[in-house]
């Protein structure tokens, strides 16, 4: 997944602490790693523990919670919210789908066919991070309104009675609609989808393009074989990269849906800020960790990308 | 069919910007709502050209408090983040060490986990410590969560330093202060860049971990959510259009100047 910021290892100093004549303090490493060692594991690895611990305590808010190893929390939490973490698998992966058919042609377009427009279009492709993502998100509720020719035009061209008998829509409406949800997840996450395929893409040599063409191979053909795979790395740390946030997302699925798309992330959000039944949001959060580490490692495993991490 | 053949020929690029458009169509509403004069609390709908927001970008109650805010907190977690993050980065690259795969995991996870995890948990954290909710916890976890990114940007460039240099710098009888400061940190200077800009926007613009962690303390993004509850003032829009317009403007010129410093280098 580090491909997204790493830039390939040109040439690597082979343990240049090792060649140099300078002797190093023994313990200058562990110097500089323990400040922002210690801030992770404070802030990031102790609250896991904590909320592992606040998910089998029982008690209320007024007489105080205490560790009771009350498990049926994880049961109970689960039988409630299934419909939730169903909902938030499909969504994020429906919107993953639509990241990496919409994000791979242009990460292709800037890879080899922008020429000198290069740089441009990167600048416009990371640009819209630059505006707080809240506000372009409620841009959407305008884009998509009722009476707006977006939705005018799906009715038109009656679109939205074949998305109304799939269930994706209802009415002639698209906005509080798993529609409008999943468009609002690709919208968000589409740039960590195409930085990575771009980067990817960038590096594959364009002698293998005229080589498949001198062989014969129709363009389509050269894709398949060549481009595709070569780009491998860069299509599984995008889809990673926009998998999980979607998963855990609650920001879409409240501003562009209804109380039927509430995803996993609104209902941890509601336990924890509003109804504050603490053991059962931890016990959910802590669920959602594990089914996103559990799928992670088996896609990794499966598109056997190993050395991506 | 000559047609058919330039539709096949170019329909990656045709395809490319429609993606591109997809991706800048939301910009383009924010920055012509930003001229609306809506008729109720909302505005969504179109109503009529109006300069009325531009004139008085601080006109709604509390929101420029919030964007100060939402400035401090950003800067403190990109001073703080990219020192950090800068520490390890360098410990990491040019010294062997004992839990290595360890640091690099503790260092990869935060990227990986899902958003409303992080924030569940460290809000655990806080409950159980007591700890009174507000600016400083915003902050904790906003330089939490930065570090990681921080981490990655730098080690990236100190990777494809030439260790040459450095034996070079110390041949001619530099001490090891002098190296740093006058060799080593001006070549990893882009990336700390890198990771400083990237922790600013990050932390700007962070909404999820700051909804758990804030309290009664209001962000930019805080005050954005509240808003498509109670009505969103036109002035949202504003800010939204200046912040593209400036970061935008920055990186142009960046550029520019990058460009003049290579072309007079050839």
Redesign the interface.
Known sequence: ??TL???P??L??A??????P?K?GRF???W??L???L???I??????I??A??SVQTGSLEEGYKVTWHLATYWDALVEYWPQFLRSVFYAAAATVMCLL??Y??????AF?AGRWR?L?M?????????????????????L?DNGPVVHTLNTLHILDLTDWIGWTAGDRVLATPLAVVCGLT?NF??FM?LPLYTSLERIDGRLHEAAGDLYAKPWTTFRKVTFPLSMPGVVSGT?LTF??A?????NAE?LGSTDTRMI?NV??TQ??RILD?PT??AL?FI??AA??FM?TVYIRRSGTEDL? | MPFVTWLKRHLVVIAGLCTLAYLLLPNVIVTVFSFNKPKGRFNYEWQQFSTDAWKDPCGVADMCGSLSISLQIAVWATVGATILGTMIAFALVRYRFRARGAVNSLIFLPMAMPEVVMAASLLTLFLNMGAQLGFWTILIAHIMFCLSFVVTAVKARVMSMDPRLEEAARDLYAGPVQTFVRVTLPIAAPGIAAGALLSFALSFDDFIITNFNAGSTVTFPMFVWGSAQRGTPVQINVIGTAMFLVAVLFVLVSMLVTNRRNSQKA
């Open positions: 997944m580090s910021t790493e830039a290892p040109p690597a100093p343990e240049p602490a090792k060649q140099s300078r190093r200058t490493p562990y500089l790693l400040p922002g060692l801030w992770l594991v802030f990031f690895a102790l609250p896991m904590y909320q611990s606040t919409l994000g042609p242009l990460a292709y377009l800037i066919r740089n279009i600048i416009l492709v990371i640009a819209p991070f630059f505006t707080s993502f809240l506000i372009r998100t409620l841009a959407w509720k305008t884009i309104a919208y589409l740039p195409i990673l999980i946030p998963a855990g997302d609650y920001v501003l992330g941890i959000q924890f800020l603490y949001a931890a959060s959602l960790m996103i580490l992670v991490v």
